[in-house]
């Protein structure tokens, strides 16, 4: 469940999450999410976000051969 939550800032550090946001494609909610979430994981690594964990397992059962095809065929 989703809740709102009110924070009160600096403008130009408003300014500054906005153009941020704006910039990597997220909203300020997502990117106040996630560091909010990555303050949760004291037993994980700190520097790990929300879109690193989740690319975890992602090149399971691949080899440098497979990359090294891979590769060929996106640049020659």
């Known amino acids: 469940m989703q809740t709102k939550l009110t924070l009160r800032l600096d403008e130009d550090l408003v300014r ?4 941020f946001a704006r ?3 997220k909203s300020v909610s ?3 999410a996630d560091y909010f979430a990555l303050l949760g994981n004291e037993n994980r690594n700190r520097d790990t976000t929300p879109a690193v964990r989740a ?3 992602a090149l399971r059962g691949a080899n440098e ?3 090294g095809r891979y590769l060929e065929e996106k640049f020659l």
Do not use: M, P, Q
Not at 16 to 19: E, F, I, M, N, S
């Open 23 to 25: 910039s990597s494609g």
């Open 30 to 32: 997502r990117i106040v």
């Open 65 to 67: 051969e497979d990359y």
């Open 55 to 57: 690319l975890r397992g």
């Open 16 to 19: 500054l999450a906005k153009a």
